[in-house]
């Protein structure tokens, strides 16, 4: 330790009193502390030296030295800097930073643990934003630069329009786009009738599911529909692949269309190209890959997104192009971007389906056009998406009468929007089981607990040490009451080793009391579940006389008050079936 302060102070003495040594640039903090008499000693540096703060020996200046007295009149940079430098000079480029929220963008001046307008802790992202000068606008500014003289430039070609003058002579069955074929059906049923002129569509889901699959074949099924005229039907965008890329996914889906390609990510560009050729509907993949130039930020910001959508939104209803999007989504399942993206557009869809499956179901969460309980089933061939025949049996399992494994086998009737499904519900009682707790697939792990609660109170069957395992088939989640009394009988089954005879089915919503409870559109689904050959059907009480007047002849509709009534028609049930068995065995014998 001596022997380095020695070196130390001896390289200090040297570095003053020889200005011009090696020692300098290694210790050039030093020379601040010199006295005023022996500082005159070293060379000032020149005029070039403090403008670009770098000196022969080295980069002796922390910060860079302006010359003051080297400024001319009228000049826009007189330090000479560029970049982050001048912005920090310069008063007029300061950079002002912003607090945003990424799940509703609420947009506030400082930051917040919980955004105040939206309650979710831990949204506020910071950004830094240069004030709006004549040459940086926004997203809606740039669009009227972007699109030129279609626009209405003076305010007389402004005025308010009666809504009767707006529906004389309109069309609203001939109005949408249609979508031809059985896939165009189902997507425009989910759309309320077909594609909307100068609509704004976001389309989200997980990577890999299928959206610039099923955005192509769209494209595909719109060009068709004039494929003889010589106007541009459908142009397709995309930032994210390129020509070729594109036309490979078109061969191998058999795509031959006149669709017009275009692969760029500036949003003006984007809108100059379009609008040079009047299309009917633009198809963008995807808003986070786009950018406005005038707008701060990199592409998929929380600003490039909102002021994209904004540009797009303000293009789509002036010039009545219908704008098709494309959004990635986060871990949780939400469209990546601020909430403020979602409120934008005018129709939300979602594409949902699990990762080793080939269903897919297209579901509208928003939709100003038409109704959100539509739903479209659709399954991933080589040749694209296509529709599933008959998606009430999509989850069911092959199941045989014989067969041992039928024990603890429950068919639910699920409605998603105006889709009927029958699910497949599986169970396991163990007892003794290595795992303590109760595990569930598909079904939420609260609602299995208490269904397995009220088992215990209400119908009498000791589960206390039993660890009961649910699944769904197929990756469904059962999310609505109506599989309640389903799950109920699986548990049942498994617990007592009896399987359920084939050709059942269970709907119902249990209480806490045990009791059985009615369910929405009760009819359609006994309906449904008649029309695929079953032979009973298990239903609330009270809605069995509703069901008497839907001519069920062919199938039987057997009505329980609670859960101690549909324990004690199974235990009937199988004791009849055993008495059969032993009828049987004694014949043999």
């Given at each position: 330790m001596t022997r380095l302060l020695r070196t130390i102070l001896i390289t200090h003495k040297l570095h003053l009193h020889y200005p011009k040594c090696i020692f300098r640039p290694l210790l050039s903090h030093y020379s601040a502390t010199a006295d005023s008499s022996e500082a005159d000693l070293t060379d000032k540096p020149t005029n070039e030296t403090a403008t670009t703060g770098w000196s022969r020996y080295g980069n002796i200046y922390a910060h860079p030295v302006v010359q003051q007295s080297d400024h001319r009149d009228g000049d826009e940079n007189p330090s000479g800097l560029r970049g982050n430098d001048a912005a920090a000079v310069k008063?007029?480029?300061?950079?002002?930073?912003?607090?945003?929220?990424s799940d509703c963008g609420h947009t506030t001046g400082r930051w917040w643990g919980t955004c105040p307008e939206c309650d979710v802790t831990g949204t506020m992202q910071e950004f830094h934003e240069s004030k709006l000068t004549d040459k940086s606008r926004g997203g809606l500014a740039i669009t009227e630069d972007a699109v030129g003289s279609w626009l209405p430039r003076r305010p007389e070609e402004l005025r308010l329009v009666k809504l009767e003058e707006v529906n004389r002579g309109f069309n609203h069955d001939k109005w949408r786009i249609p979508l031809s074929g059985s896939l165009g059906n189902e997507i425009s049923t989910v759309l309320g009738g077909g594609l909307v002129p100068g609509s704004l569509t976001l389309v989200g889901g997980d990577p890999g599911i299928g959206k610039s699959t099923l955005l192509?074949?769209?494209s595909a099924m719109i060009a068709n529909e004039h494929s003889d005229d010589e106007t541009p039907r459908?142009?397709?965008?995309?930032?994210?692949?390129?020509?070729k890329q594109i036309c490979a996914r078109a061969d191998r889906l058999g795509i031959k269309s006149n669709i017009y390609l275009y692969s760029s990510t500036d949003i003006e560009d984007i809108l100059r190209k379009t609008h040079g050729l009047s299309p009917c509907a633009l198809v963008v993949d995807s808003i986070q890959t786009v950018y406005l130039n005038t707008v701060i930020g990199s592409a998929g910001g929380i600003t490039q997104v909102k002021e994209c959508t904004a540009a797009l939104m303000r293009f789509a209803k002036t010039t009545n192009i219908s704008v098709i999007l494309i959004g990635h989504v986060t871990k949780s399942g939400e469209i990546a971007g601020p909430r403020v993206l979602e409120h934008i557009v005018d129709v939300v869809l979602y594409m949902e389906g699990e990762k080793h499956s080939p269903y897919r179901m297209l579901r509208a969460v928003k939709n100003r056009f038409g109704s959100t309980d539509e739903l479209a089933v659709l399954e991933m061939s080589q040749s694209g998406l296509q529709v599933v025949s008959n998606a009430s049996e999509m989850f069911l399992t092959q199941q045989h009468s014989d067969s041992n494994v039928l024990a603890g086998l429950a068919i639910a009737v699920i409605m998603d929007g105006t889709r009927t499904f029958l699910v497949e519900i599986q169970a396991l009682c163990l007892t003794h089981s290595p795992v303590s707790s109760s595990q569930s697939n598909g079904i939420h792990l609260n609602k299995a607990n208490i269904i397995k609660c009220v088992l215990i109170k209400q119908a009498g069957l000791h589960l206390q040490d039993n660890a009961v395992f649910l699944n769904v088939v197929g990756g469904f989640q059962v999310t609505e009451t109506a599989g309640d009394l389903a799950i109920a009988a699986a548990i049942c089954s498994s617990f007592l080793e009896f399987p359920i005879p084939e050709g059942t089915a269970f709907i119902g919503e249990i209480g806490l009391g045990g009791e059985l409870r009615m369910v929405p559109r009760i009819d359609k689904r006994v309906n449904t579940v008649a029309k695929l050959g079953y032979r009973m059907c298990v239903v609330p009480k009270q809605a069995e006389k509703l069901l008497e007047t839907e001519g069920l002849e062919e199938m039987k509709v057997v009505g329980c008050?609670?859960?101690?009534?549909?324990?004690?028609?199974?235990?009937?049930?199988?004791?009849?079936?055993?008495?059969?068995v032993l009828s049987d065995l004694s014949y043999l014998i």
């Open positions: 008063k007029k480029g300061k950079v002002k930073a912003q607090w945003v929220c192509l074949q769209i459908v142009v397709y965008v995309s930032g994210e692949e390129s020509l008050k609670d859960l101690k009534e549909m324990h004690t028609l199974w235990l009937k049930y199988r004791k009849r079936c055993t008495d059969l």
